[in-house]
């Protein structure tokens, strides 16, 4: 092997017939002895000359099994031009690897792929006496790896490929959108009134009701394009080779009433919705993340539209998110820096034209806006879960305020349902009263 592995080509081999009988004798002693350790995986010994000294029987079957011919003579160049043909590394990785296998004495490993088979290379130098070369046939250790790798790819309980798989998927889209002007887009899926299912019937009727969702969905679509399960109740179909808006909203059309139609799931019927938000590229982004989001932002609208139906993105849903999102930062500030007023609106007993109380009613005096309407920011208070220290505020101030009143006078404070699930608010009452 000196002209190839010890030389890196240097010179001419010599040559020896491959079906060479395995001879202990054919090596130095120390050689051998390394080599028993070894000896289940296939063998070659290669002397200082280039000669191959042993080739184990594995080692033939496992050209065999390669493809590699293992009849007549076969020089240790012959050997190596064979092995580099099928090595997913290339000849010049091989080569530098194998230089460093003679230089520092390391060993120089590398897999080769047949059309059935894979292939662990080993060569190791040994000073002054040659070379020992190890090959294992790793394919079902490939096999393996690659299953587990798909596995990793796919949601569990419905088969669904996962958030990983679909952006892997994503990014290909989005590069032949590049490459061939190729639009396509992304169907953002909410599940309506799944909760309740779970909660009621438990999550093994829900797990199952997720399946079968997961097979309408796969119904609904062709087989260029994804459905994936991303968690929870939400799923995403990644549609692709659209030519037009029209395609996308005939898909989100079928999605909502697929979705919507009756399910009996281990003698339970159950009826639940779907929301769509819809975006598309490259009109709505170019990136992953980009349409993603956009997509998420034509499901909240569709949310806020009575559910059960689908929303193409706007670029003012953008801004209006943004202006929410400033919103809910200046809110969550508004009551440490005592932003919130009390306004009284009087109550009179018609008899008498006499005042008996007054409502209390909350304001926003924001230091920039100015006075906001409770109509801009209550809602958003009850979504985001402030009505409960909001509401606890106003009822303490109430009561307040209503100490200073003449005798007889009563205060009425509205109070959210949110408060009504909340454990403080019979404690926040009887704490302010008293």
């Not at 919507?260 to 639940?272: N, S």
């Not at 929410?324 to 007023?341: G, I, P, Y």
Request: net charge negative; proline share 4%; glycine share 6%.
């Amino acid at each position: 092997m000196s002209a190839d592995l010890h030389h890196l080509g240097a010179a001419q081999c010599n040559v020896v017939p491959l079906t060479i009988q395995l001879d202990p004798s054919a090596a130095p002693l120390h050689i051998w002895d390394r080599c028993l350790a070894v000896i289940r995986y296939g063998l070659l010994m290669i002397d200082a000359s280039g000669r191959v000294v042993i080739c184990t029987d594995p080692a033939q079957r496992l050209f065999y099994n390669m493809n590699i011919e293992r009849t007549g003579n076969l020089s240790s160049r012959q050997l190596l031009r064979a092995l580099c043909t099928g090595a997913s590394q290339s000849r010049q990785e091989i080569f530098e690897a194998l230089r460093g296998a003679r230089d520092l004495q390391i060993s120089a490993s590398f897999e080769v792929a047949g059309q059935d088979h894979t292939l662990q290379v080993e060569i190791r130098s040994v000073a002054g006496e040659g070379w020992v070369a190890t090959l294992e046939d790793v394919s079902a250790r490939k096999a393996n790896e690659a299953r587990a790798d798909e596995l990793a790819r796919l949601d569990p309980l419905t088969g669904l490929p996962n958030r990983l798989l679909l952006r892997e998927r994503l990014a290909e889209a989005l590069a032949r959108l590049q490459r061939n002007e190729e639009a396509c887009a992304l169907h953002l899926i909410d599940l309506d009134r799944f909760k309740p299912v779970n909660d009621t019937l438990g999550h093994p009727i829900g797990d199952a009701l997720l399946a079968k969702v997961a097979d309408r969905l796969r119904s609904t679509v062709r087989p260029t394009d994804t459905v994936a399960r991303i968690g929870g109740d939400e799923f995403i179909i990644l549609q692709t080779g659209i030519r037009e808006a029209a395609d996308a909203q005939a898909l989100a059309r079928r999605i909502v009433d697929l979705i919507g139609r009756t399910y009996m799931v281990e003698g339970h019927l159950l009826t639940i919705g779907a929301s769509v938000g819809v975006a598309l590229a490259p009109a709505d982004g170019t990136s992953a993340d980009k349409l993603l989001k956009n997509a998420d932002l034509a499901l909240y609208r569709a949310k806020l539209d009575g559910r059960g139906t689908y929303r193409f993105f706007e670029p003012e849903m953008d801004a209006r998110m943004q202006a929410r999102r400033r919103l809910e930062l200046d809110m969550r500030q508004a009551l440490a820096r005592r932003e919130f007023q009390l306004h009284y609106q009087p109550q009179l007993q018609l008899d008498d034209d006499r005042l008996i109380g007054c409502e209390a009613l909350i304001r926003w005096k924001h230091p920039e806006r100015g006075m906001i309407s409770p109509l801009d920011f209550i809602p958003l208070a009850e979504e985001i879960g402030l009505i409960v220290p909001i509401g606890e505020w106003v009822i303490r101030q109430a009561c307040r305020d209503a100490m200073t009143w003449p005798t007889g006078m009563s205060v009425a404070v509205n109070v959210s349902p949110a408060q009504f699930k909340s454990d403080r608010l019979v404690e926040t009452i009887i704490s302010a009263l008293a």
